[in-house]
């Protein structure tokens, strides 16, 4: 048994402190720094404040935790595993940033049930926070009524530095005040240190100044003394303080000691991102008296701790309560409530997407975009959405329905600004929260500007909706630095990130239908600005195997032509011409390669058969990728250069997109 000699509030704060000191000892890895000297302001916060059930971490109505600081992530394990996570287990603490375990080297919120959002790279978790604290301000205005409130919960953040000097923290947490979401509040655990030494070295700038400036609500609890710890009661005040701040977001600027209790690694970037060493650990010990062996925990801390689990299980049950008689008085709202938030779709709902045949005349598929989420927009409430700035080049705009905005939760349209790395990452949290399907928009040349939070949708399992416009070459006159030719192949390659590029009207419905489907995996549409026939063959079906034969001639074909997106239709035009003289053609539309990659061999033989080794691809971005299509005996019509500032007409000829060029291609590699 272990044995207190401390008060035990210092016992609590420092179990947090030596868990993580053992782990990242144990691993030889990992950043003991932040939880040594974060860890008073993290018991208050969870000790104190946050609502929320060990027992089911689910529970939809609990207040979200994002460690934006992710790389101080033994911070949160040693809270989870104190507080009675069965998610977090001692033995998981021991086995931190080992092979498979649940305690990865920073929060994934696909590995460790209880980790709201995967943090890591800076300011993308409190860029996280802000798409939370939307959503809850969203629900809440959709279903709480003047006599029953079933959302009502807060979104705490802990910051750090690095998360500040990041661009898209500035992004979010600009909009975040413009919105005056009340019930964000993020804990900056100022600790005056980053990797390379003292951050005078890069960033002295006044940081509550600049969110003052933000409209959002400032507080200091100040600390300048470093054998002195932080002050748990000054911290409560200032949670208690930002709590009646209704119409603003809060920041509590928290100075801390990184590394507090390690008497030579202190206020030291060593204390920042590496073990602190045996002989340090032990005069860490000594410093802060704590008395026991590594991953020993004293029973009265741990008992103290172990009441979240009871408090946590009466708050979900009052909760139960409330929501019970809000169904008895509510029934239609109550059902929507339970459908969205269990991430269950209406029956039918896809029958609304919009259908093509060829007589239907030529439009562009950001168009077909537009009329695509209207349409859902009808039979899925929980659709919500917007464009950084662009709505009515993106088609995004959502016909009726109000504007996100301050004193408007209730909203359906989101206005982003000009912030895409923000909008993605905002995107993300909202549809962590849960109850909700997100989409954003810009033009894709600027998804490079957006690329840390599309890769984290993937990574994190989050089905985020991307509506990306303007999609080659073919936009023309503003030139190359709008030109993304580039961009849909580095946009391949991210892992788990389907990347649809619609021929037509029917294939722009088959993307949504994939899209919507698609909760644990983002789906990244790359729409035409210019006009494109709607195809005979195409289909809402076909596009969800990814490629598919639009027309053939029967039997073993001479060669096969493959198109996708926007130049799919110069490949039916020239099969038109190839069979005129005597040749057999295949058409394939191949929208998705992803899809594509996931049907089975015999599907996807059935589409590219091995015998057939003539293969032409069209595609007005670079060549890089297809080989593994094509073959050795394969040939593409890509550009791989830059683009160039004319007509787009004028551009899609320079560079080959004719189906005469087509057809000359075609019959070289026909010989």
Known sequence: MAVATQPLEELCINSIRFL???????????????PMGAAPMAFVLWDRFMRFNPKNPKWFNRDRFVLSAGHGCMLQYALMYLTGYDSVSLDDIKQFRQWESKTPGHPENFVTEGVEVTTGPLGQGIANAVGLAMAEAHLAAKFNKPDNTIVDHYTYVIMGDGCHMEGISGEACSLAGHLGLGKLIALYDDNHISIEGDTNLAFTEDVGKRFEAYNWHVITVDNDALDQDTSIEAVHKAIEEAKKVTDKPSMIKVRTIIGYGSPN???????????????EVQATRDFLKWEYEPFVIPDDALAHFRQAVDRGAQSEQEWQQAFDAYKAAYPAEAAEYERTVAGQLPEGWDKVLPTYSPE???????????????????????LIGGSADLASSNMTLLKGEKDFQKGQYEGRNLRFGVREHGMGAIANGMLLHGGLIPYCATFLVFADYMRGAIRLSALSEAGVIYVMTHDSVALGEDGPTHQPVETIASLRVIPDLLVIRPADGNETSGA?????????RPTLMALSRQNLPNLAGSSIEGTAKGAYILSDDGGTPDIILIGTGGETYLCVDAAEKLRAAGNKVRVVSMPCWE????????????????????????????????????GSEGDSI???RFGASAPGPVVLEKFGYTVENVVAKAQALLG
């Not at 000191?21 to 932040?34: M, R």
Request: glycine share 8%.
């Open 20 to 34: 993580a000191i053992d782990a990242v000892e144990k691993a030889k890895s990992g950043h003991p720094g932040l």
């Open 265 to 279: 690694k202190r206020n030291s970037y060593s204390a920042h991102g590496a073990a602190l060493g045996g002989a």
């Open 360 to 382: 239907d005349k030529a439009d562009s598929s950001r168009n077909h975009s537009g009329k695509c989420l209207n349409a859902l927009a009808a039979v899925l409430p929980e």
């Open 512 to 520: 949504y239908k994939v899209a919507i489907e698609s909760r644990t």
């Open 595 to 630: 899809l594509f990659d996931l049907q089975d061999a015999a599907y996807r033989e059935s589409v590219f058969p091995k015998a057939v080794t003539k293969r032409l691809a069209v595609e007005a971005a670079v060549s890089f990728g297809w080989g593994r299509y094509l």
């Open 638 to 640: 890509s550009i791989d």
